[in-house]
């Protein structure tokens, strides 16, 4: 009797699987579009480019962009050809369709999912709302733009794009261009900034129509855990952390509980008691911990312990330059503008003894998920996202669409290699890394760490154990001969293998030299300066490239090298040695890289192809299949292959007592390895363990991040809405009725007689908030009154002395006032409600003790404290508003104060360059240390986000340097008065 899962085998084999099904779906548009191709070549450019137009008025007159898609597309695939020499291939103008549906195209590594956008990115350029192209990082996010900018203005579209270091202006009219090229955090950051505005003209984003999201498991997967933040400093307390910091390494195990997989460490009972005494020791604590008024210490004890028992040097973070930056856990590189929040980050400066920096206070935030749902149509495109399907469909409403390749992929990934031990892992990657560089073959090696991809460097540097590597093997190979053992690998008869890597080992470990024994590349985050060199030339044979994450590299691999690299590099030595080449010598050097290029690729063909090894299994199957990706380019040959061992962090946590025992029971010797299909089976399954675990943990995320949402969104929306006027007296007044209403709820209860009423109470609030002294007692006495005549009175009373005020200042300038008091008091409490709503969440979790569900607590207790803060809106804004007073008579009345946004830091950078773009002076300092060939350096520290000109070429006496100056702040020139009673003034 066949299962489903056997009908379902059998059906895909009969009908296709749906995704085939799918891709079959295009190939009559395919054809429409090849049919078109002989006479659109027969088109000038000038013919050509008017089509653009042609198709806008088409537009504008009813017709949809699907029925625009076959010629859009042909004639984007012939503007290529002119401008770049690329031609789109079939499965290209197959991706284009999926990216134009609002999906997601998952395309093998150097399929050209550049190229791809371009089809997707002109027809929809075509309804003019804008479309923007999503990078990971600046470089990707500059180089699209100029290469792929060229079919699009060929074409008659603007491009604009958005990097660190531009002004408001310069955002604004990158953002009003056709086609936008910038990366998720700079489109995040000016969300957030925009709605932080204090007049809608300052805004610069026009709109969220579509967005292509390029590496998109990357950005709306990985990164998709941390939110985009704005924050402002706080009160130091470097001393407090200090302090509880030092009582740490006094607690012994069994005073707290460490769960590895969940991430986790708390304090048991006996620790906290043990916490306790100690804290009363240093003279820190009175009482209990867990008082009331000792919460702050609860804080400072649980983050420190984070930081000791969790958190490692050299794999969660390095110390550099005397500050604490944190390694990304997917990609490996510094990041060091992203900071740990919660107080989590000066915990882990004061375990490594550093200077502290001060907390931030949230200004705003959003997840990438919030933001990216923004969009009325998104679309993405990756090489690996199918394992992530249902993420993608349950946060983000997108389809994942396979795209068969162009050529078939020739790659052999071959099973998993399973050893008891790191020693014996890496003695066979050693081993796997020699024979691949004498046989020719380029391998590409990827780790999990910084401290990993450099001890295997260290270990390829190590003559001595490179020589007693080889003596081992072949050791091994005289007992295989002497046992008569005839097994045989992938690399042939075992005993033969061993006795002629041994032999090679031994000669390169014993020769006498100043270079490495095995020469290589490290790729990780200390170099990453150098990457896109290091990635461009890994396919030249016998090349040894080490590589702590590949997602997100913008350059492929190609095999034999790659000659544009090549070529400028040969261009940047001969400007340096003041010979600059002209276009024929540049030419003729070409020609000259073609050729050794394409010798060097046969050999690199003959020796197999990339082989690409992973030295362990990561927690996600996407990962991995990064790293596989990589190899087997275009229908190239390949091969790619992991080496466990048991003690492995996955292995370790999930599950390795039963591997070892199943190792132990087929008696395995030292340097032997377990290679079955099974094994990959289990190691799949472990990690699809923790995929849904970590998308539970995104998704928990979400589920809180939307609450505050939902509040951000109607904020958002009333600030975008008195922006946009010029007169919020009715606003203002409307909020004046309802304070009254709520006065009169509050004191004269429903169906309370009269005696009953608080009016000596309604008088005082009355007073407070309004200024205004009325006979409210008296009215209370007279016979037969209702509270509906004390309220219409009160709206009165209220009505004229705000009418008064207006006519006393100017109408005008009351205007001015009442919009600038509501945006600011709006602002204030906004940010007092992100404070209060991150405190809340902190200790919602409690509530399930009580057998409560904390994410409902959460939405009630969130949505008292936001009908709240608008209570306190209301009340602040009349108050205010009520009080304003005229300049005493003889004085000046002085110039209103037009309001700032306060000092502001960004949190969140590139998760591929691992830097800070809102950092102008880290970019500065960047380009400057890249154009002399050493490394990057981090800032001394974070600078605050706002837009001006680097201190290199700031000067003084030239406003021309100054760049964009706060009117209230201190004028540039030095003359000590305010920017607009200075050099403002005269603007």
């Known amino acids: 009797m066949l ?14 699987s749906s995704n085939e099904r799918r891709v079959k779906s295009y190939r009559s548009r395919v054809e429409a579009i090849n049919a078109l191709e002989p ?96 990078t990971v990082n600046d470089y990707l996010a500059k180089r699209d733009a100029e290469w792929m900018g060229q079919i699009y203005r060929f074409l008659g579209l603007t491009v604009g794009n958005i990097v660190h270091g531009l002004d408001d202006d310069q955002r604004k009219e990158a953002y009003a261009a056709d086609v936008t090229y910038a990366t998720n955090n700079e489109l995040g950051f000016d969300y957030l900034r925009d709605n932080m505005k204090l007049r809608k003209d300052e805004m ?61 460490v708390t304090l048991n009972e006996a620790g906290n008691e043990r916490m306790e005494g100690l804290l009363a020791e240093a003279g820190l604590l009175k009482g209990s911990l867990y008082d009331i008024e000792n919460v702050t210490f609860v804080h400072h004890v649980n983050q420190a312990l984070k930081a000791h028992k969790l958190f490692q040097r050299d794999k969660d973070y390095i110390v550099k330059g005397g500050e604490v930056v944190i390694i990304d856990e997917f990609t490996g590189r510094m990041m060091p503008g992203r900071r740990y929040s919660e107080g989590l980050h000066q915990a882990l400066e004061a375990k490594e003894n550093v200077e502290i920096q001060p907390e931030n206070q949230t200004l705003a ?43 078939t992929i020739s790659r052999i990934d071959e099973d998993d290699e399973i050893y008891r031990t790191q020693k014996e892992k890496l003695a066979a990657i050693v081993t796997t890394i020699a024979d691949c560089s004498r046989r020719g073959q380029p391998i590409l090696v990827g780790t999990t760490s910084i401290e990993k991809s450099e001890q295997l460097s260290e270990l390829l540097k190590d003559r001595k154990y490179i020589e007693n590597l080889g003596k081992s093997l072949l050791a091994q190979a005289e007992k295989m001969k002497a046992a008569k053992d005839g097994k045989t690998t992938a690399e042939g008869d075992l005993k033969t293998y061993f006795n002629d890597i041994g032999a090679y080992l031994i000669e390169i470990g014993s020769a006498k030299g100043k270079n490495d024994p095995l020469p290589h590349q490290v790729l990780n985050a200390r170099y990453h300066e150098q990457e896109a060199g290091i990635i461009a030339q890994a396919g030249k044979p016998s090349a040894v490239t080490i590589a702590t994450n590949m997602a997100g590299r913008g350059t492929d691999i190609q095999l034999g090298g790659n000659v544009e690299y090549q070529l400028r590099d040969w261009v940047a030595e001969e400007v340096a040695a003041s010979r600059t080449p002209t276009e024929d010598d540049i030419a003729k050097k070409r020609t000259e890289v073609q050729e050794a290029v394409n010798e060097q690729k046969k050999t690199a063909l003959d020796a ?63 340097g032997e390895a377990i290679t079955h299909p099974w094994m990959n089976k289990s190691l799949e399954m472990a990690q699809k363990k923790v995929e849904a675990r970590n998308f539970d943990i995104r998704k928990q995320i979400l ?174 804004t009349t108050g205010q508003l009520m009080h304003v007073e005229l300049a005493p008579p ?52 974070r600078a605050p986000l706002q837009t001006r000109r680097a201190a290199a070429a700031f000067d003084p006496s030239d406003p021309a340097t100054w760049g964009k100056i706060s009117r209230n702040a201190p004028c540039p020139c030095g003359s000590g008065k305010k920017y607009k009673h200075c050099h403002g003034k005269y603007e």
């Open 890 to 941: 003889g004085q000046e009345p002085p110039e209103l104060e037009e309001p700032e946004l306060p000092e502001m830091f960004a949190h969140h950078l590139d998760p591929q360059t691992g830097r800070d773009e809102f950092n102008e002076e880290l970019a500065l300092v960047d380009a400057a240390i890249a154009a002399r060939g050493r490394g990057s350096q981090a800032p001394e520290k």
């Open 703 to 876: 589920k809180y991040d939307d609450v505050m949402n939902d509040q951000r969104k109607v904020i958002f929306d009333q600030r975008k809405d008195i922006m946009a006027e010029d007169d919020v007296s009715e606003t203002v007044a409307e909020l004046r009725h309802q304070v009254v209403q709520d006065l009169v709820s509050r004191f004269i209860p429903e169906r309370a007689y009269a005696e009953q009423w608080d009016m000596a109470g309604l008088k005082e609030a009355v007073q407070a908030i309004f200024g205004l002294d009325l006979p409210l007692e008296d009215w209370a006495a007279e016979e037969g009154i209702a509270d509906e005549e004390i309220l219409e009175r009160l709206k009165t009373a209220v009505d004229e002395k705000a009418a008064k005020k207006a006519a006393e200042i100017g109408p005008d300038t009351y205007r001015q006032i009442e919009k600038m008091v509501l945006l600011q008091t709006l602002d204030h409490l906004w940010r007092e409600h992100l404070v209060t709503l991150e405190h809340l969440r902190q200790v919602i979790g409690f509530r399930a003790y009580g057998q409560r569900d904390p994410l409902n607590e959460y939405k009630s207790e969130a949505f008292v404290l936001f009908e709240s803060m608008l209570a306190r809106l209301r009340e602040a």
């Open 204 to 264: 610069v984003q026009r709109g969220h129509a579509f967005a292509i999201v390029d590496e998109v498991d990357s950005i709306l997967i990985d990164e998709a855990r941390t939110p985009l933040i704005i924050s402002g400093p706080l009160e130091d307390r470097a001393d407090l952390y200090v302090a509880v910091d030092k009582l740490i390494p006094k607690l012994t195990t069994e005073d707290y509980e460490l769960d590895e997989k969940q991430r986790q």
């Open 39 to 134: 006479e659109i070549e027969k088109l000038t450019d000038d013919e050509l480019r008017a089509r653009t137009e042609m198709f806008r008025k088409q537009f504008r007159a009813g017709a949809s962009l699907n029925d625009l898609l076959v010629p859009a597309f042909a004639t984007v695939r012939e503007a290529a050809k002119r401008t770049l020499g690329q031609r789109h291939f079939d499965v290209q103008l197959i991706g284009g369709m999926v990216l134009h549906e609002g999906a997601i195209a998952e395309m093998k590594t150097g399929e050209g999912k550049t190229l791809v956008a371009t089809l997707a990115v002109y027809l929809n350029a075509i309804a003019d709302e804008g479309v923007h192209v999503v």
């Open 608 to 670: 197999g192809g990339l082989y690409v090894v992973g030295t362990e299994r990561h927690e996600s199957r996407r990962i991995d299949n990064q790293l596989r990706g990589r190899s087997g380019r275009q229908g190239d040959p390949g091969r790619s292959k992991f080496y466990l061992a048991l003690d492995d962090d996955l292995m370790r946590i999930f599950g390795s007592d039963r591997m070892e025992s199943v190792l132990k029971t087929l008696g395995l010797q030292e």
């Open 3 to 16: 299962s489903l899962g056997s009908f379902g085998t059998l059906a895909s084999k009969i009908f296709g």
């Open 365 to 407: 935030s959003i997840t990438f998920q919030n933001y990216f749902r923004l969009y009325k149509k998104l679309a993405g495109m990756t090489g690996t996202a199918l394992t992530e399907a249902s993420e993608f469909m349950d946060i983000y409403g997108l389809d994942v669409v396979e795209i068969p390749t162009n050529l």
